[in-house]
């Protein structure tokens, strides 16, 4: 009997634990929510059912779609997405821009963490610097991730061609932008 009471509590707790809420908002490699590389850019509507899709053309003049902005319930841009042609009747996600708070990894991050959150946490693959920003690469999530450049030491900001190293990026620097790349599974 005390097995039966042990093996019935251990399952409320994995239940509880794995109510959905979470995995909704869950940014994995590959994977945000339910979104995979899988997913069907016409099924959008139907996993993402408590957001509004904004109206968009697939069949547009070079046979690409623009972004595919999806609105919270609150109305505010909270993802956009880019869509992958694999056919003519195939198209899929290739990637898409975090914008809303919710959406995070196990360990924290997300579009309000601040550079301490990615450094603490994450291998930072690769750093490449722009005109404005620095672009950090994160394999182990499959992200790209923008920091503004006004927000590093002044010695950093004007030249697009010195080398950025990580230690040199300030713990406080916020997101700018965050995206995730998909990779094709097949």
């Known amino acids: 009997m005390k097995l039966l009471s042990l093996f019935g509590s251990l399952l409320l707790v994995l239940l509880v634990s794995c109510d959905g809420s979470t995995s909704?908002?869950?940014?994995?490699?590959?994977?945000?929510?339910?979104?995979?590389p899988k997913t069907e850019i016409k099924d959008l509507g139907?996993?993402?059912?408590?957001?509004?899709?904004?109206?968009?053309?697939?069949?547009?003049?070079f046979g690409k779609t623009e972004e595919i902005e999806i609105f919270d319930s609150e109305g505010k841009i909270s993802l956009i997405v880019e869509p992958k042609f694999k056919s003519d009747t195939l198209v899929t996600i290739d990637e898409i821009q975090i914008l809303d708070t919710r959406y995070k990894t196990e360990k924290g991050l997300g579009i309000d963490s601040n550079f301490k959150v990615i450094y603490k946490n994450y291998k930072i693959n690769n750093i490449q610097n722009s005109i404005n920003s620095v672009i950090l690469s994160i394999n182990a999530i499959g992200a790209y991730i923008v920091i503004d450049k006004k927000h590093l030491p002044s010695e950093l900001r004007f030249d697009s061609e010195i080398k950025i190293e990580a230690n040199?990026?300030?713990?406080?620097?916020?997101?700018?932008?965050?995206?995730?790349?998909?990779?094709?599974?097949?």
Not at 46 to 61: K, P
Not at 168 to 186: H, M, N, R, V
Request: proline fraction near 4%; avoid cysteine.
């Open 24 to 36: 909704k908002t869950l940014i994995n490699k590959n994977q945000l929510g339910q979104l995979t």
């Open 46 to 61: 139907t996993i993402l059912e408590t957001d509004s899709i904004a109206v968009f053309d697939i069949e547009t003049r």
């Open 168 to 186: 040199q990026i300030p713990d406080e620097a916020p997101i700018k932008y965050f995206w995730l790349k998909f990779k094709d599974l097949d």
